[in-house]
């Protein structure tokens, strides 16, 4: 026991010393680069990521920054492929994004593929029409997906203005087709007192999405079956077990959980709302956070006298693919390493459906 001990021991010196000699070195060349260089982190990255980049926020607030800087030359994107694509088309044509890993997917985007999206698209329009519907699509998606709701009218939108994008839908035509989320397109509907009957899920593996022409007809909201894997290990029996051991906590979820969650929680929003939760959460409190591990590890951290406690330990594994060395290789070449490009015919339409989701928010 003893040996494991000091093994486990030298370990963790060996992490905090390549961790430093590491940061150090990406510290060095932001400051050789200065303004030409942007390195956007997003909330679920390793806390030694984060320390290290000039902004850090969610998908919809990194995609702000991504948009209005446009004096860097150089945006380094720490976050999921999608999230790099959409820096990407809002980027300027004198600007490089790179993403330190492209194996840094998300599960949720491959949910739905442009393919079986247009072929659904066409059978809802066929039986409403296409004046009546709107596509509204996930920012956890990818850029031909953007693209397919821009040619058709549709937006982006995230979770911190999910309710806004869909109101904006409802005000232009009557019904949304939402993809590729089914979990935060059914809380969003919920909040907005739509009735379970009007929002219905469409599954590309069954005729009509497995539904019949008069539920489409009559439905308010269709939406995919897609999920987010980290958010959808949140469960009930979680709450309940918190709610014994912390009777005084306050419970606050993303809104990728499923509708059960969220409705035993206190409250539920984006990440940027949850790290708005803790800052505001009076000192001594204790706080219950069901969303990526990572988050609520570091919001721990930086809030030393409140009590920050996971709901559950869950993971976002792609989102874990980016470290310091792929964040230093990426540095040290510059403009060349996983350069995120998107076609132009795409990168158009695409930027027409987040032009939209901006334009939502101002």
Known sequence: MENRAERMKEKTIKKEVDIKVLSEKVRQIKEKLGKELIILTHHYQ??????????????????????????ARFIVFCGVHFMAESAAILAGSHQTVQIPDREAGCWMADMADEYIVRKAWHEVVKIVGKDSITPLVYMNSDARIKAFCGRNGGAVCTSSNAGDAFQWAFDRRGKVFFFPDEHLGRNTGNQMGIPEEEMIVWNPEKPLGGNTEESIQKARVILWKGYCLVHTRFRVEHIQEMRQQFPDARIVVHPECTQEVVKLSDATGSTSFIVKTVKEAPKGSTVIIGTEINLVKRLAVEYPHKKIIPL????????????????????????????????????ADARAALDRMLELSN
């Open 312 to 347: 559950h330990d869950s993971l976002c594994p792609n989102m874990f693919k980016i470290d310091l060395k792929s964040l230093l290789s990426s540095l040290e070449n510059i403009g060349r390493f996983n350069v995120v490009e998107v076609a132009e015919g795409v990168r």
């Open 46 to 71: 390793r806390k030694e990521v984060v320390d290290l980049g000039h902004y850090r926020g969610d998908s919809y607030g990194l995609s702000q920054k991504a948009a209005s800087d446009q004096n």
